[in-house]
Nanobody, 127 residues
C-alpha cells in the first residue's frame, strides 16, 4: 500500500508559479509510474503529466511548455513545477501512482489507470 500526500498548493496571480510536491510513504522509485491530475467541481479528473521510474515524462496539451514533472526517487517524492499559470489552471491537484514496468507509463493520463491517490492540494489562479 502506498500513501501519497500532496503539498505546495496555494493562491497566485496569473503568470505566477507554484511547485507542488507529493511525498510517498513507500519506496516507489524503481517500479512506479507517477502522475499529476487535476479536477474542478462538476468535471472529470484530467491528467496533467506522467513520469516513469527512469524519468521519461509525458504531458497533456494543457501543460506543455509551462509545467515540468520530476521525481526524486531517493526521497520518494514527486514534483510539479508550474509556471506561467492561468486562471484556467485553477483546480484541485492530485498525485497518483501505479506500479508498472517498461513503457506502460508514457502518456497514461487516464485516472482509471492509477491505483494510489493523494488527497489533493488546491491551486487557485486569479486574473
Amino acid at each position: 500500500q502506498v500513501q501519497l500526500v500532496e503539498s505546495g498548493g496555494g493562491s497566485v496571480q496569473a503568470g505566477g508559479s507554484l511547485r507542488l510536491s507529493c511525498a510517498a510513504s513507500a519506496y516507489t522509485g524503481s517500479r512506479a509510474c507517477m502522475g499529476w491530475f487535476r479536477q474542478v467541481p462538476g468535471k472529470e479528473r484530467e491528467g496533467v503529466a506522467t513520469i516513469d521510474s527512469e524519468g521519461t515524462t509525458s504531458y497533456a496539451d494543457s501543460g506543455k511548455g509551462r509545467f515540468t514533472i520530476s521525481r526524486d526517487n531517493a526521497k520518494n517524492t514527486l514534483y510539479l513545477q508550474m509556471n506561467s499559470l492561468k486562471p484556467e489552471d485553477t483546480a484541485m491537484y492530485y498525485c497518483a501512482a501505479r506500479y508498472s514496468y517498461g513503457a506502460w507509463c508514457f502518456a497514461r493520463l487516464r485516472s482509471s489507470d492509477y491505483s494510489y491517490w493523494g488527497q489533493g492540494t488546491q491551486v487557485t489562479v486569479s486574473s
